[in-house]
């Protein structure tokens, strides 16, 4: 089975000898204003290999310096289990926080229960988002357009989404003052 594709894989390719910058390869200097390619090269400076870049994208001693700050494995794994240590102490004091929000929870819902039953009951109701009432599936009969999408869109409970976010400035269009929100039948 001979295929070209073999035939390239075997074949070894050779690595680039010259430490040219990828990025300016087919670009010429414009010999009018030397000014944008100063402003360009220190915006974006070449990837040659060979020096440190200024915006640390290569670095060759980084591990020098590491090595130099860090003298030794033990000394690392110590640092490391001190910052495992520290990472414990702030995921356990999240999480007494939230057990003591959700006990605070749990205290007002009981209190709410004891002091008007009837709120309780209300606040803890399961309804089905997608249930509609006689009197809705009437209204939803008569309505036709943006109106009725508007209703059938609706979700009980959750934002309604004909509302505007408020904003700082008003609109470019202006108000709409014929503007009447679809009555919702409860």
């Avoid at 939803?140 to 976010?165: D, S």
Wanted: aromatic letters at 6%; hydrophobic letters at 35%.
């Amino acid at each position: 089975m001979s295929s070209p594709l073999l035939a390239l894989g075997k074949q070894k390719l050779p690595l680039r000898v010259a430490q040219t910058s990828v990025r300016y390869a087919g670009r010429q200097e414009s010999g009018a204003d030397p000014r944008n390619d100063i402003i360009r090269r220190a915006l974006y400076p070449s990837n040659i290999r060979n020096r440190a870049s200024p915006v640390g994208t290569w670095r060759p001693d980084v591990g020098r310096r590491l090595q130099r700050a860090i003298p030794s494995a033990q000394a690392h794994e110590t640092i490391e289990r001190a910052w495992f240590l520290h990472q414990r102490h702030v995921r356990r004091a999240r999480m007494a926080e939230l057990e003591r929000k959700f006990e605070s929870v749990q205290t007002a819902m009981e209190t709410l229960r004891h002091v008007a039953p009837a709120l309780y009951a209300e606040a803890n109701k399961e309804e089905d988002p997608r249930a509609r009432s006689s009197a809705e599936m009437e209204l939803l009969k008569k309505l036709k357009g943006p109106e009725k999408k508007a209703v059938e869109a609706r979700i009980r409970g959750l934002f309604p989404r004909e509302l505007r976010i408020p904003t700082d400035t008003p609109p470019r269009n202006g108000w709409t003052y014929e503007f009447a929100p679809v009555a919702h039948p409860t």
